[in-house]
């Protein structure tokens, strides 16, 4: 099984942009990178499958409580750290479901 990439925190917005651009819904899921050391899991559902899942270190805790609190959670982090560019970007991206895929 292949590991999956190790991204920054503070790459997030970019991440969440890349897979609202493939047409996926980015998910986030808690986890652990090491015994001790807490990572969040970033995947991009549906879409072309084109932007791959990955495990986001530095996380602040705060946004981890978000992600356990919440769905939709990713409308947060992109306002949150977002660039105005990258927050108008995916205003007009529609989501792509897998079952509407050829």
Do not use: H, Q
């Amino acid at each position: 099984m292949k590991a999956l990439p190790i991204m920054d925190w503070k790459n997030v917005a970019k991440w969440i942009t890349a897979c609202l651009e493939d047409r996926g819904v980015p998910m986030f899921r808690p986890t652990l990178l090491t015994a001790d050391e807490p990572a969040v899991l970033g995947i991009c559902w549906g879409g072309y499958n084109r932007v791959s899942s990955v495990r986001f270190i530095n996380v602040p805790k705060e946004d981890i409580n978000t992600i356990i609190a919440m769905t939709g959670e990713w409308k947060v982090f992109l306002n949150k750290y977002g660039t105005p560019e990258e927050k108008e970007k995916v205003k007009a991206t529609p989501v792509v479901l897998p079952e509407e895929l050829e």
